[in-house]
């Protein structure tokens, strides 16, 4: 006679002994304790696995090949067998990590110097530039001062291109946004350095092209080149210590718990500094008001938390966010345009009343704020993750889970 499915054969009762009611047993039998770290175990067990993965996917398809379900992973304090997967693809070092800029740091020694140096770099090349336009002087041949700025402009980019591919802002992981990205940061600081002249100009009527002369904001260009280095510290100190709280936590929940503070605090830390700059800036170059560096400030927010992302596996999001900032000003500017043609005059009211108060400098601290404010959203839930704080070099990871 067979047990049914789950179940024991029952056993004949017998005479004169007294046996406990299960109640009784399990009262009675001490409770086991589990370990601190139940993960711990499994993550020796399946080393291999997890330091030769590619990602996280990978990981729960090779525990689900060895039996691992969902009800396995409850016993972990993991929801699914992929939560699972994430923390075991984050806790272990991948096979790949050999290189001293692996975890994205600076390193130390000569490493470290030489990346603080590039970091400084874009600030230099831009307060060069600045100083070679003055010394040219407003009397000069139009033709020179072109051709100083554009050489300017493009050793300004080089420059952004070497700091961001070292040290704490290097992306370790490449996804299709990365290839878009650069145009939106491309637009977004441009219309940070001229929009504003622009957009004052076209609700005046203008401009008159054959005698246009753009005039850039000094102040806003020399202050946001010059927070690429404070903007590396901040991203080292948020995943050095988002590492700590990885290895510290027991579960996803807590996890997210220690590191919604860190993103919080990172940005609030590059915010003032940005401000410093900007206001630092504005007092030498004599320009820029209170809403003029409102908007430069929500730009160089912006950019952070997008390169942030970029940094830590979401570059299709932070790709996104510039985007939306990018036709938002795209739009004022069209819509200011179209109003000049016959019968749609009421397009422009939008902008006018939003440049009303404030100036022109009020569309790009909407557009940047707005587009900052979303992916510091999306970064709450994207960087609390595990996957967010892989140690080592891997493929794109996933958008977090609703």
């Known amino acids: ?34 370990p601190a770290d139940p993960v711990r175990a499994l993550m020796h067990r399946h080393q291999k696995l997890c330091a030769h993965a590619v990602d996280a996917l990978e990981i729960a398809a090779g525990l689900e090949a060895h039996g691992v379900t969902d009800r396995t992973a409850a016993r972990f304090r993991h929801r699914d067998v992929f939560s699972l997967a994430e923390e075991l693809y984050a806790r272990v070092p991948r096979a790949e990590q050999d290189t001293p800029e692996a975890g994205g740091g600076w390193g130390r020694g000569w490493g470290g110097r030489c990346g603080a140096v590039l970091q400084l770099l874009p600030g230099a090349v831009c307060g060069a530039t600045v100083a070679a336009l003055a010394s040219v002087g407003e009397t000069a041949a139009p033709a020179s001062r072109m051709a100083v700025a554009a050489a300017g402009v493009v050793l300004l980019a080089l420059a952004v291109r070497l700091a961001v591919r070292s040290g704490p802002l290097r992306a370790r992981h490449q996804g299709a946004g990365s290839r878009t990205a650069g145009l939106w940061v491309c637009w977004t600081v441009g219309y940070a350095v ?13 401009p008159d092209l054959p005698y246009a002369h753009p005039r850039p904001a000094v102040a806003a260009a020399v202050a946001l080149s010059c927070a690429v280095l404070p903007a590396a510290g ?32 990172a940005t609030a830390l590059f915010l003032g500094a940005l401000v410093a700059l900007l206001l630092g800036a504005g007092a030498v170059f004599a320009s820029g008001g209170a809403a003029a560096v409102a908007a430069a400030a929500a730009l160089g927010v912006l950019l952070f938390l997008a390169r942030l992302l970029a940094v830590h596996g979401f570059p299709e999001a932070a790709a996104a966010g510039l985007a939306s900032a990018a036709a938002l000003e795209a739009l004022a500017l069209a819509l200011v345009l179209s109003a000049r043609l016959p019968g749609l005059a009421p397009l422009v009211v939008p902008v006018e009343a939003l440049t009303a108060p404030a100036g022109p400098a009020a569309v790009p601290a909407v557009a940047c704020t707005a587009a900052a404010l979303g992916l510091l959203a999306y970064g709450l839930r994207a960087l609390t993750g595990a996957c967010a704080h892989s140690p080592g070099p891997a493929g794109p990871a996933r958008p977090p889970r609703p």
């Open 1 to 34: 006679m067979t047990a049914p499915e789950g179940g024991t054969t029952r056993a004949p009762a017998t005479t004169g002994e007294h046996r406990p009611a299960t109640g009784e047993r399990a009262a009675a039998r001490p409770a086991r304790r589990g």
């Open 234 to 265: 901040c991203a080292r100190w948020f995943a050095v210590r988002g590492r700590r709280g990885l290895a510290a936590s027991r579960g996803l929940g807590e996890l997210a718990a220690r590191t919604r503070p860190l993103l919080l605090a």
């Open 194 to 206: 001229f929009g504003d002249r622009l957009l004052a100009e076209l609700l005046a009527g203008g």
